[in-house]
């Protein structure tokens, strides 16, 4: 890791130092601005909103409501290195894959990154995220942007009628798109906000967009000559999704709220005693509103050991999300520099969720399908980096295990120049 440092005169540190103090608060005051909301949408206690607003038949105590939020696919991580080490990155962040984890973390950047990310996901889905940033001036700010589409391939429509299909399909496509700032409040504090605009789409243009808003924050120190780090950051704040489209219009013809015709109803030209006839009108179906996954997350990361060739790194997270019960996540990256070009890292994690039962049926006696999710949340991997002059090139692997559902495997490539 890279402690950004710059050299100033006594009255230019005094601004500096000003500044800084301004923009901190400035930050901290965004936080907490933005934690507020969270209160609302269940993160402070154990109390969901959306569909769950209905009476919870049918769901057991301490079961967690994923499914009911909109742009679930925010949710799905961005960076092998990150979550190799079971997605305890936030206060790791220190490269372009910062833009998904902690926009704050771009902020240690030295030169532009780019970085393209594909996620062979769950039930064949295919999730590709692409990222770019670069300092500015002095390199107290770094600008960024990014992309990130989900392809849903064509599933068959299944009715009561026909379980098992009726011949005909639907796909859908969710897809985000932003720009990343992150500035260096001083040597030791970076604030970071992503902005970006949100779309989901499935069964011929039903869709729904929102705006949200990333932010963060890192504080960046040593501690017995080894570097520290400590993060706070929000994710997906931002507005609700309500679903329209031509598949929600219905034509409505002149019948009451039983089907019925009212009485009377013929042709008002033959009879005048009669109603007048009246053509059938177009009305849209309404939806329900959802809100976005907002998490919050408190990270700690250190570097337990520094050497001339190795470096150990163990990272400790903390997740409140708005949809599922409170996470926990540890990671340890170890890397060797095998020459001044060439170096190699191995990482693995376990991120604790507890949304999910290890019982083999549920209270009504209902066996679970798949496998026993002892092993979920854990993660492993590995990475490569070349040195080229003044570019670099990294590849990283990641396998997370998912418990009863498939497994994921994420690729990706970074460059920089």
Known sequence: MRINTFPFSKSEEYMLGKTAYIGFA????????????????GTARQDYTGLDKYLEAG????ASFVGVRAAEFLTIPVGARGIAMGSAYSAVADDISSIWWNPAGLGFLQNRELMLTVVDYTMDLTYSYGAFASPVGDGALVLGAFFGYLDVPDIEITTIASPEGTGNYYNAYDFQMGVSLAYNLSDR????????????DLWNNLGGSAFGVDAGVIYHTELADRDLKFSFNIQYLGTNITM???????EIGPEDVNGNVPNGYKDWSQDPSQFSKRNN????RQTHTYRLPTILKIALAYNLYTGEKTNWLVSGEFWRPSYIPIAYSAGSELTYNFTPFLSGALRMGWQVQTDEYVKNADMSGISYLGDDP???GFSIGGGIQRQLDDMHIRFSYA?????RLTADNFFTVSFGF
């Open 26 to 41: 400035a930050v901290i005051m965004l936080l907490v601005f933005t934690a507020l909301p969270l209160s609302a949408q």
């Open 59 to 62: 769901r057991q105590s301490d």
């Open 189 to 200: 504090f970076i604030g970071g906000l992503n902005v970006k605009y949100i779309h989901q």
């Open 244 to 250: 329209a489209g031509p598949n929600l219009l219905k």
């Open 281 to 284: 009108r177009l009305a849209y």
């Open 374 to 376: 002892i092993w979920r």
């Open 399 to 403: 396998y997370r295990n998912k418990g």
